[in-house]
């Protein structure tokens, strides 16, 4: 009943709404008023609409119309599309996650400024005590305390900041030779001898060293502190009248070692530096009683990282 009464309201409008759009007696289509064309093209849509409601309402009432919506409830399978499709992005999600993670992880590790693996090679002087490494047979005057020095280390990370194991083997040398009148010390026959002393030390030292590093410095500081095990020997070797001989002596020393020192790097894998090292507590006992192996010590040292 209300879908007849919708048409024939709309029939209605129609037709006021044909009269209307109709061209008069002197009248033109165009100047026909555009709310006359507006309520013709309303009067058309209601029209439509009331069939179209007609007709729906009829499907509703029919028996042919429930296969239909059984029909459309059954060809949604939601569930089965939702899980093959939210189950790649799931994964796809937690992956990229779990790979920002790890990132992030070593970028942490990487960020930890850990003690460097290097091996190092050392270059310069080693000075010693006047009164210990010094000596006067007859007119002539013996100075060993100034020394050659030179060997090589190098450093292993432990995993602290900025802190390593290291290791050194060095070795140091000092030689001097005059001529002596021994017929002053008893030897008349002897006459001129030509007598050279010599000294030369081995040494190993472990300890650890921290390095300092300062935000847009050209050079590092670092300092270190160990023990130092100390192997030296001294000669004496007197020649005359194409006769010769020799004497030696060997002792051993444990002392300990600090040192500290700047370095820069030269590339990504070479360094430069310079160090300065102290050994104190050394003392001799058996052979080279009495003698003093503590040492000041300036080092050029050239590094690789490993």
Not at 147 to 169: L, P
Not at 180 to 192: A, K, N, Q, R
Request: aromatic content about 8%; some cysteine; overall charge negative.
């Amino acid at each position: 009943m209300g879908g007849k009464l919708l048409i024939r309201v709309a029939f209605c409008t129609i037709a006021r709404a044909e009269r209307l759009t109709s061209p008069t007696t002197g009248s033109s289509p165009a100047n026909q008023p555009i709310s006359n064309y507006m309520e013709t093209i309303l009067a058309h849509s209601l029209l439509t609409i009331c069939l179209l409601s007609i007709g729906c309402a009829s499907v509703d009432v029919t028996p042919e119309a429930t296969p239909s919506l059984t029909l459309v409830s059954y060809e949604t399978p939601a569930e089965p599309s939702v899980e093959i499709v939210s189950e790649p992005r799931n994964r796809t999600t937690s992956w990229p996650q779990e790979e920002y993670s790890e990132g992030t992880t070593e970028g942490t590790t990487e960020g930890t400024t850990e003690g460097e693996n290097t091996i190092e090679v050392y270059l310069g002087a080693r000075t010693l005590s006047d009164d210990d490494w010094g000596a006067t047979v007859g007119s002539a005057e013996y100075d060993l305390s100034s020394q050659r020095a030179f060997g090589i280390g190098g450093t292993e990370s432990i995993g602290m900041d900025e802190v390593s194991w290291e290791w050194a083997i060095l070795y140091s040398t000092s030689s001097d030779s005059n001529t002596i009148d021994v017929s002053d010390l008893g030897f008349p026959e002897l006459g001129l001898v030509d007598v050279e002393l010599s000294t030369d030390t081995i040494e190993f030292n472990v300890g650890a060293r921290k390095n300092f590093p300062i935000s847009d410095a050209l050079f590092t500081p670092y300092a270190g502190l160990g023990l130092g095990l100390l192997r030296t020997s001294i000669e004496a070797a007197a020649s005359a009248d194409g006769e010769s001989a020799s004497v030696s002596f060997r002792d051993t020393a444990i002392g300990v070692y600090m040192h500290g020192g700047l370095s820069t790097m030269l590339d990504d894998s070479v360094s430069l530096g310079l160090d300065f090292r102290l050994l104190t507590g050394a003392s001799y006992g058996s052979d080279l009683d009495g003698l003093d192996g503590d040492y000041s010590q300036f080092m050029l040292v050239l590094g690789f990282v490993l």
